[in-house]
């Protein structure tokens, strides 16, 4: 318990994982699929795609698979979870998902007009890995640290997870803009070739640096597997959700962190698109606001953590809400790239802040003594794959509707406003004990 060497371990699942956040989810993926994914039919300003003879808007196809694979997990974790923590293999399933992952981001490679469809299912694997890695990942928190440090190791993996993110992004950037410095030829870069190793060079990141917590995490017990793990799995799996729903201040936080993770998530993952297709900014000009926001995230997650320092877990919060609900405001009222620049610093400042508070400020509300840790961030999990799902979903839907995304940005607005007034009912205290 807090050792540092321990921490740094943990850290460096951020340091592994982060690059599908960033190169996947938020960069070279989206612009490649805007460019390779072949359009059949054009109606006003709505471009179509057809995906198993299915036709949708291209931009709504984009964030239906991000639900889909949200949705996935919502079912999904809190079974696993279960079985994980009865079992006590923690470590274990977030290996397998770990490994799902970084084969689909892999699998990228043979991105190609002509197979749509079997892309869009590995990128939805890519998430589902994602996101079934992290539930386990997170739950290792009350193991390693005493609840005092929990923001402050919350911010340092969230730190790490940036850094590390960024570097190979850097790395990529260079394949595919200079290639010649890897004995490539731009002909190499202009086919797509080299966008298609950076697809790559995450899986091999991904895995690779995973080895490091996977040998310095807690090791996971030596029980045999046995039949009745399944239903034992459910059975601590009932137990936590009672637990959850006796704690006034843990429901009412997670009702909260559902609405206001709503708009976060969302505009993580639409962020690229809208620049892309509402303001048309330049690649480069994008790639290197991107590299920004990064950078900007890292000293906003330790400065979210010295707020909750002072002022306490749910202030700091509401302060982070009120920055994000500039966001979208802002961005309805965007035309220029200068505009669009000042709004991405904005949201880097805030972006590691809200998701470092919001992981550390949950893991103070499981009870000292449990041991379901796992079963405990499931719903955690859940909340928050619930909130991808509604969000990218609500978005997507009123961008295939009405053609624009400054339609849906509305849509994000009033979540901000509903989470902020949520998040009042829990007092700014770093200690939740029910009374």
């Known amino acids: ?112 007009p002509d197979n749509l469809e079997w892309i869009m299912i590995a990128f939805g694997l890519s998430i589902i890995g994602w996101g079934g890695s992290l539930v386990f990942y997170n739950a ?16 340092r993996g969230f730190a790490f997870g940036y850094v590390g993110s960024v570097l190979l992004l850097i790395f990529n950037l260079l394949l595919i803009m200079k290639p010649g410095l890897f004995g490539l030829t731009q002909a190499d870069s202009d086919s797509g070739f080299t966008t298609r190793i950076a697809f790559i060079t995450v899986g091999i990141w991904w895995a690779g640096f995973a080895q490091i917590p996977f040998s310095r995490l807690p090791k996971d017990e030596s029980k045999p597997f046995q039949s009745r793990f399944l239903k034992n799995g459910f059975i601590q799996l009932k137990n936590t959700f009672l637990n959850v729903r006796k704690s006034r201040y843990l429901k009412r936080f997670l009702l909260s962190f559902l609405v206001y993770d709503m708009g976060v998530m969302t505009v993580i993952y639409v962020a690229t698109l809208f620049a892309n297709e509402e303001i048309n900014i330049p690649r480069e000009g994008l790639i290197a606001t991107l590299l920004l926001i ?32 500039i966001v979208p405001i802002a961005a309805y009222f965007t035309t220029t790239a200068g505009q669009f620049y000042v709004i991405a610093g904005l949201v880097g400042l805030v972006m590691g802040g809200i998701q470092s508070l919001s992981r550390s400020t949950f893991a103070k509300f499981i009870p000292e003594n449990a041991e379901e840790t796992s079963a405990y961030f499931a719903f955690y999990d859940i909340t928050e794959k619930i909130a991808m799902t509604l969000g990218t979903f609500i978005f997507g839907f009123i961008v295939d509707q009405t053609g624009s995304m400054r339609n849906s940005l509305l849509f994000l607005i009033a979540l901000f406003v509903l989470g902020f007034l949520l998040l009042q009912r829990i007092p700014s205290k770093n200690v939740y004990t029910e009374e």
């Not at 921490?7 to 699929?33: E, G, R």
């Not at 795609?49 to 694979?69: C, E, G, P, Q, W």
């Not at 390693?144 to 929990?150: D, P, Q, S």
């Open 1 to 112: 318990m807090n050792n540092k060497k321990t921490w740094n371990a943990w850290c460096m699942y951020d340091w592994a994982n982060s690059v599908h956040n960033l190169v996947i989810i938020t960069v070279i993926f989206p612009i490649y699929y805007q460019s390779t994914v072949p359009v059949s039919e054009t109606i006003g300003t709505k471009e179509l795609v057809s995906f198993f003879n299915f036709k949708f808007d291209k931009n709504a196809l984009y964030t239906f698979t991000i639900s889909a694979a949200s949705l996935l997990l919502v079912f999904l974790n809190p079974i696993l979870t279960g079985i994980a923590d009865y079992s006590g293999r923690k470590k274990l399933f977030m290996k397998f998902f770990c490994y799902l992952g970084a084969a689909s981001c892999a699998y990228f490679y043979f991105f190609t």
């Open 140 to 155: 290792f928190i009350p193991q390693i640290a005493t609840e005092e440090h929990y923001d402050r190791l919350s911010a």
């Open 294 to 325: 990064q950078l900007i995230a890292i000293p906003g997650s330790y400065l979210a953590s010295r707020l909750s320092e002072k002022f306490g877990n749910t202030i700091a919060l509401r302060i982070e809400i009120v920055l994000w609900t």
